[in-house]
């Protein structure tokens, strides 16, 4: 099955600076990767995602990356502020016969700005 | 509109005992899946129900079961519950289907459980 590695598990930056969190995945079929953010307390949201067919994706401050070659996607964020601190997850999966698109996640990478 | 829905948010049972926790998806999305998270395991997945059917399945004993009804509420059930069984319980939905592209999940705030 699908395997997500997810790197660094925590990230100290302070704020103004850019954060870039880093999965990779085994399974070459998988073909959406979103990224979840959870804050402290609530529930995780879907703050970007990105399909396969596509490099690049940007909302305001925050961009994802994939490199389906190398089998790798990126989460950057830039000018950081410190509603930003929440744990990042992200993660892959593929359609298939039947519909499944059960998502394999990383275990998260708490990100942390200081002010 | 309305958003992903669980019930109740915290529990607090005894070692033994069963537990249900209710989960209504967002209006139209016929896939709910359901998480365990835990500190030391992240987001680990139980089950998903489409068209109350149980589609996938994840690697939990025979101990955590779930339903869903016809207008795609769901219901996950722990019986036996052990002390390891402590965790937040999310919900999620989703509009992904047979034929569609994946949209993502929407999660629910998730029920607290604590057992002891």
């Known amino acids: 099955g699908e395997n997500v590695e997810q790197h660094p598990s925590t990230l100290s930056v302070q704020e103004g600076d850019s954060a870039v969190i880093k999965c990779t995945y085994s399974d070459s079929a998988s073909n959406y990767f979103p990224w979840y953010k959870q804050e402290l307390g609530k529930r995780p949201q879907l703050i970007i995602d990105?399909?396969?067919?596509?490099g690049e994706k940007k909302d305001q401050r925050i961009a994802v990356t994939l490199n389906k070659t190398a089998k790798h996607f990126s989460l950057h964020i830039t000018e950081t502020q410190p509603e930003d601190s929440a744990v990042y997850f992200c993660a892959a999966s593929k359609g298939e016969p039947g519909g499944s698109y059960i998502p394999t996640f990383g275990r998260g990478t708490s990100l942390i700005v200081h002010p | 509109k309305a958003g992903v829905t669980q019930t109740p948010r915290y529990l607090i049972k005894t070692r033994g005992q069963q537990v249900t926790l209710s989960c209504s998806p967002i209006s139209g999305h016929r896939s709910v899946s359901w998480y365990q998270q835990t500190p030391g395991q992240g987001l680990q997945f139980l089950f998903e129900y489409f068209s109350e059917t149980q589609r996938n399945k994840g690697n939990f004993p025979g101990r955590f079961s779930g339903r869903q009804f016809s207008n795609s509420r769901s219901e996950m059930n722990v019986s036996t519950l052990e002390l390891g069984d402590s965790a937040l319980y999310l919900c999620?939905?989703?509009?992904?289907?047979?034929?569609?592209?994946?949209?993502?999940?929407?999660f629910g705030s998730g029920t607290r459980l604590t057992v002891v």
């Open positions: 999620a939905s989703s509009l992904a289907s047979k034929q569609g592209a994946d949209y993502g999940y929407t």
């Open positions: 990105i399909r396969s067919n596509v």
